[in-house]
């Protein structure tokens, strides 16, 4: 299957493209951890990335759809699927990657939007930790490390990203919105799109969530 999460910071997205990933086998694609891997490796890309980050807005189009693009065609395992993780984010973007896809004659099965709310997203996001080392979330509420401050997994230090601060999530948020409708009439439009209330616990969107994949799994078992 070619699917696309869409949804604001912190609807859950990446945490639900993990689960996808192990039980369909689907390459998860995440524009997040592409555009924070360029800004690791301070790439002149990845400087360029950081600005627009910091500061709430949203990459470029161009540039976002570029990478897109490089890493569809890079993919060995391609004949897996595709699960998109945080792309497409305009609807510019969602054109773009309909262009890619045709291309390689692997168009988009299914589009679950994610809604979730201000106030649960700020929750969820402020309390966010990040492990500088490998990577590991935590949640100063919903997953506390075991010693303050330090990785249960490495003992890497964690951090707080700079775009999870309250004022940074609030014009990500007003960004994202202002962006959203035209991408979700596109996909509507197409017969592709399907609304979770992502508000609630983890493993109630998860069950509705693989109930929703497995029907469009069993309906489209004969595509290509």
């Known amino acids: 299957m070619r699917i696309v999460l869409l949804g604001p910071p912190g609807a859950g997205k990446g945490t639900l493209a993990k689960l996808l990933q192990e039980t369909m086998e689907v390459t998860h694609i995440s524009t997040g951890d592409i555009l924070r891997e360029e800004m690791n490796h301070q790439t002149p890309l990845g400087k360029k990335i950081k600005r627009f980050v910091e500061s709430g807005e949203l990459v470029s189009d161009t540039v976002v759809t570029k990478i897109i693009e490089n890493r569809l065609s890079s993919k060995k395992n391609s004949d897996r699927g595709y699960l998109f993780d945080g792309f497409p984010r305009t609807e510019t973007q969602a054109r773009d990657l ?83 409708q035209p991408i979700i009439d596109y996909y509507a439009a197409q017969g592709k799109l399907k609304k979770i209330d992502a508000n609630r616990n983890a493993e109630t969107v998860k069950d509705e969530l693989m109930k929703i994949f497995d029907a469009k799994s069993k309906l489209g078992h004969a595509q290509p």
């Open 98 to 180: 309909d262009k890619i896809l045709t291309k390689i004659q692997k168009p988009i099965d299914l589009v679950v939007y994610m809604e979730s709310t201000l106030p649960v997203v700020l929750q969820r996001l402020t309390g966010r930790r990040v492990c500088k080392e490998c990577g590991a979330l935590f949640h100063m509420v919903n997953k506390l490390p075991q010693r303050p401050g330090i990785c249960d997994l490495c003992g890497g230090a964690l951090y707080q990203r700079p775009d999870d601060h309250e004022e940074t999530i609030k014009t990500r948020m007003e960004v994202y919105l202002k962006n959203i």
